[in-house]
């Protein structure tokens, strides 16, 4: 059973800074491209950050380049987000998926971790 449990949202003052983490079990993490998105109260999920399975090609929606970035440890079988100069836009519920390294769709997602930017 793949399960996929994030951790690390809370609240923070605008520009302070959170660390998430997502940590799977079930699946040969190594062979998982792991990405993260997030979903605002009213608003469509949206991509945030990828990463493949060795750690390389990071990628990042506009809206978090040079504040966000994507890490993996495959021995520890998890990924992290590191967040900083948050702002109150980046408020939502934020999860990790995990997809196979040659598919295009996400096959795993985690049930999520409130991150709430206050002005």
């Known amino acids: 059973q793949v399960q996929l449990e994030e951790s690390g949202g809370g609240l923070v003052q605008a520009g302070g800074s959170l660390r998430l983490s997502c940590a799977a079990s079930?699946?040969?993490?190594?062979?998982?491209?792991m990405g993260w998105f997030r979903q605002a109260p009213g608003k469509e999920r949206e991509f945030v950050a990828a990463?493949?399975?060795?750690?390389?090609?990071?990628n990042y929606a506009d809206s978090v380049k040079g504040r966000f970035t994507i890490s993996r440890d495959n021995a520890k079988n998890t990924v992290y987000l590191q967040m900083n100069s948050l702002k109150p836009e980046d408020t939502a519920v934020y999860h990790c998926?995990?997809?196979?390294?040659?598919?295009?769709?996400?096959?795993?997602w985690g049930q999520g971790t409130q991150v709430t930017v206050s002005s």
């Open positions: 990463l493949n399975r060795s750690g390389g090609s990071p």
């Open positions: 998926a995990a997809r196979k390294w040659w598919a295009m769709s996400y096959d795993y």
């Open positions: 079930g699946l040969p993490f190594s062979t998982y491209a």
